[in-house]
C-alpha cells in the first residue's frame, strides 16, 4: 500500500512528523483513491462494481468528499447503505474523518446504454450478474470469487481468547459437515470471525468441495434482486447445491422475513444433506433481536463458539506475525506499547501497523517508540468519540488565559489570535472537523481564516519555543481525554 502520508503540501499545516520532516494528511480525493483499493478487497465483486465503482469524486467545499452517482436511486441506495461504510474506510486510510456526501451527476455514455436494458432501467438494487455462479457451475474445487487465500488457518494466531472457535472451525474442516453442523460463531467486530469461516471455505475448496461465501447483505441483494428478475428458482439452486455454505454476518437478516423464511429452507435442505453450514453473527443466537425463533434455534443444534477480545499474549503475538508479514522490524518496546493501547480488535492492530509503515516510508527514520506514539495517538483521537472542538476551545482558552467568547469574538488583539489559532490548529489536527466547520465554531468565520491559522501556527512553532511548547503540550493534554 502507498504510504498514507506525503511531504509536499502547499497548505503545509499538518506537521505530523515531528522534528522530521512535514507530513501533510492526504487529500479527500487520495484517500478516497486509497479507500477504494481497501473496498475492493474487502467487499465481494459485485457490489464493489455495482456500488463503489460508478462513483465519480466531484467538487466539493472544504474537506468533504463529494461522489456522483448517475441516477437518483442509485444516490438514495449508497446514501442508505453505504456511505458510513465509505466513511469509515477513509476514516482508517486518511487518519481523520472526511465527510461524504452522495450526489446525481451525469450519466456516462456507457451508463446509459446499460440503462436502456429494461430490467436495469426498472429495478437496479443489485443488477450486475451473478458471477456467473461460478462455485456451483463451475468444475468442483473452484475457490469462490470472494473467498480471501490470505484467510487460512496458517495465518491466523491462536490464543486464548479464539483457541475454541479455532479448534472448532479445524475440526470442521477436517471433517465436513459431520463434526459440527451448523457451526455458529459469534463475537465483535474485527476478531477474525470472517478469517476463520473462509479458512475453512479454503481448506474445502482445495478438497475441491463447492465452496458458497456470502456475507448476509449479499444474501439479501441477490434475493431481492432474483425476485425482480424472476429467478429464483436458479438462486435456489445456487445456494442449496453447494457443499459448504458460509454466511458472515447473519445477525443482518434479522427483520428481514422473506429473506429469512429462504434461508431458513436452505438451510433445512442443506442441513438434510449432511452439508456444512457456518455462520458469524456478533452476538449468540438467542439474543439476535428480530430474527424468527425457528431459525435461532436451528443455529443451537451444532456447536456454538465465540471469539473474545484477544488478551495481551495474543495481540503481541498478533503483532509481531503481522509486522513480519509486512516486512517490519519493530522493537519489542513498540510491539508492547501497540499491544498495551489497542485491545478491542484485530482490525485496528492492523490498521495501526499499516500506518506505522506509511509514517516510515516517509520519514524512513528508524521506527522509534516515539513515532510510534504519534501514529497511535491520531487513530485514537481520530474515533472523535470523545474529543469535539468545544473542549478544544475550552483547554486553549484556559492555557492562554482568555476565555472561549472571546476566541469566538472578533477581536484581533495578538496574545488573543495566537490562541484563537493554536484552537482552530489542534481542532483540525485531532478532530478532522473541516475547515469551514471550524470556522463556523469560531464566530462564523471563512475557511480560509481558519486555513491561514493552520499554517500560521505551524510558522510559529518553528521560530517561537514558547509557543510550541503550548501547542505540544495542548496537544497532548488533549490527546489524553481523546484516549491516548
Ligand atoms: P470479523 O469478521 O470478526 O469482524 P475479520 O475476520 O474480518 O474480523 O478480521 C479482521 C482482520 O484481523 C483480518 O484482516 C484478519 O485477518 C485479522 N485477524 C483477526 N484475528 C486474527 C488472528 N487471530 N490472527 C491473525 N489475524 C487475525
Ligand atoms: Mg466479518
Redesign the pocket.
Known sequence: MPPAFSTSHPQGHAAEGQGTDEVRLLTAEEAWTEACAELRR?MAERTFVQWVAPARVMPAEGDALKLGYPSMFMVDWVRTHYRERFEDELLAVANRRIPVEITERDPEPSEVEARETPAEAVAPPAPAPAPKLALVEAPRGLRGPSLTP??NFD?????AS?QLA?AACHAVAESLGTAYNPLFLY????????????AVGNHAAGSRQRVLYASSEQFVNEFVSAIQQKKVDEFRRRYRECDVLLI??VQMLAGKERTEEEFFHTFNVLHQQNKQIIV?SDTVPHEIDRMEERLRSRFQWGLIAD?RP?EME?RMA?LR??AQEMGLELDDEVITFLATHIRQ???E??GALRRVRAMQQVTRGPLSLELCKNVLRSILVNKGEKLDCEQIMKQCSQHFKVTVAELKSPSRKKNLARARQAAMFLCRRLTGASFPDIGERFGGRDHTTVLYACDRVVELMKGDADYRKSVETLERELSQIGGV
Open positions: 474487502r490470505r484467510y495465518t491466523f494466531v491462536v490464543g479464539n479455532y463475537g465483535g467486530v474485527g476478531l477474525g470471525k470472517t478469517h476463520l469461516m473462509q458472515d454476518d458469524t471469539i484477544p495474543t498478533i506475525t503481522k480488535n484485530v482490525r492492530l492492523e
